[in-house]
């Protein structure tokens, strides 16, 4: 961008010509990759990246390819905002579809992969209000408690419910 600003003056429309193929075939790319992407934080670290390197080109004052990035955000959000409500869903269905039982009081194997995905939405939301997440991770959590108060009433001494949640939130605490 500064060589074409250098040589060819004030000319945004030369970047684009000659850029116009690569970034197409960019964009062809990822929305390639992101209709078989299942991966929520990669997702989320995708968006913190393209949020922090368009801070970056706003310093150095180069506002050449604002479009593109916008572009990019608008793609990653939906597949995010889908992703995640897959993982909900998942939660919600999980003790219907069967199969899915706490035999003892040891912490259970989802409350473990909840408390690391929860961890990680949080930390890459660090310095960023969004409200969406909020209200995502408030129904998340929510969910993992009816969850967790399911999962609990298959040990069939009050105790034993009783061990089996403390054990479950505070895997989930620790992570």
């Known amino acids: 961008y500064l060589f074409t600003h250098q040589f060819f003056g004030r000319m945004d429309s ?12 960019f964009m062809e790319q990822l929305s390639t990759f992101l209709a078989n992407c299942y991966d929520a934080v990669g997702l989320l670290l995708m968006v913190r990246l393209m949020k922090e390197h368009q801070l970056i080109m706003s310093r150095r004052k180069v506002p050449i390819l604002d479009q593109t990035f ?13 992703v995640f409500d897959l993982n909900l869903d998942s939660v ?33 939301n660090v310095g960023i209000d969004n409200e969406m997440h909020v209200v995502n991770m408030s129904s998340f959590l929510a969910e993992m408690e009816r969850l967790m108060d399911q999962l609990a009433k298959d040990n069939e001494q009050p105790k034993d419910q009783t061990i089996f949640l403390i054990n479950n939130y505070d895997v989930i605490l620790g992570i």
């Open 14 to 25: 030369i970047f684009h010509q000659i850029f116009a193929k690569t970034i197409g075939l």
């Open 92 to 124: 919600k269905n999980a003790k219907a579809a069967g199969g899915l039982t706490a035999a003892d009081t040891h912490p259970h194997y989802v409350a473990r992969k909840y408390a690391e995905l929860a961890a990680a939405i949080y930390k890459l």
């Open 70 to 82: 916008d572009k990019i955000n608008m793609e990653l959000w939906p597949r995010f905002k889908t």
